[in-house]
Nanobody
Framework: QVQLVESGGGLVQAGGSLRLSCAAS????????MGWFRQVPGKEREFVAA????????YYADSQKGRFTISRDIAKEMVYLHMNSLKPEDTAVYYCAASKGWRTPAVIGNYDSWGQGTQVTISS
């Protein structure tokens, strides 16, 4: 099992920036890639970004391209989500997830482990 703990959420004004962090522990050698998802009440959890553990290949949802950047630090077993030009519609609980392998990184079912989530609130 892989344990994930997110941090870095908070309240930010529109146009501001935040960096979310995800610390992984446990059987991290089994991880193929990591992803960030977000969810607002009453809506489905949606894909934000993903990165492969080896090679650092990145994937983004179209709505985040150019504003969000995912990165990882293998030595520290950390994954980050750098969010810029934040909008009120970015308000959500952001979840970190680990996958043992994917054909499509945006599919929730490809992820085996999830963090507890961190709240991001963007004020207008």
């Amino acid at each position: 099992q892989v344990q994930l703990v997110e941090s870095g959420g908070g309240l930010v004004q529109a146009g501001g920036s935040l960096r979310l962090s995800c610390a992984a522990s446990g059987r991290t050698f089994s991880v193929y890639g990591m992803g960030w998802f977000r969810q607002v009440p009453g809506k489905e959890r949606e894909f934000v970004a993903a990165i492969t553990r080896i090679g650092g290949i990145t994937y983004y949802a179209d709505s985040q391209k150019g504003r969000f950047t995912i990165s990882r630090d293998i030595a520290k077993e950390m994954v980050y989500l750098h969010m810029n030009s934040l909008k009120p519609e970015d308000t959500a609980v952001y979840y970190c997830a680990a996958s043992k392998g994917w054909r499509t990184p945006a599919v929730i079912g490809n992820y085996d482990s999830w963090g507890q989530g961190t709240q991001v609130t963007i004020s207008s």
